[in-house]
């Protein structure tokens, strides 16, 4: 069964960059899905590391953590 989707100009060239010789955009969709798919949040683990932006924001969270006063 053949579904007609609508894509806005920057995804259909995205989409179109990812296309390789001889692949419809079928394949490349399924292609992308099933990568998509097998991802775990722990392949995210770690990903900050070496990001100064990212690491000072923990700081201040872990700064304001120690000021915070809690409630029991």
Same mark, same amino acid.
């Given at each position: 069964?053949?579904?007609?989707?609508?894509?806005?100009? @920057?995804?259909?060239? @995205?989409?179109?960059? %990812?296309?390789? =010789?001889? =692949?419809? !955009?079928?394949?490349?969709?399924?292609?992308?899905?099933?990568?998509?798919?097998?991802?775990?949040?722990? @392949?995210?683990?770690?990903?900050?590391?070496?990001?100064? =932006? %990212?690491?000072?924001?923990?700081?201040?969270?872990?700064?304001?953590?120690?000021?915070?006063?809690?409630? !029991?």
């Amino acid at each position: 069964m053949v579904k007609v989707i609508s894509l806005s100009d @920057d995804a259909y060239q @995205d989409l179109k960059a %990812l296309k390789v =010789e001889d =692949e419809s !955009f079928s394949d490349v969709v399924r292609r992308v899905v099933e990568k998509e798919k097998g991802k775990s949040f722990l @392949d995210l683990a770690g990903s900050w590391k070496g990001d100064k =932006e %990212l690491s000072k924001i923990f700081e201040n969270v872990i700064e304001d953590r120690k000021k915070a006063k809690f409630r !029991f």
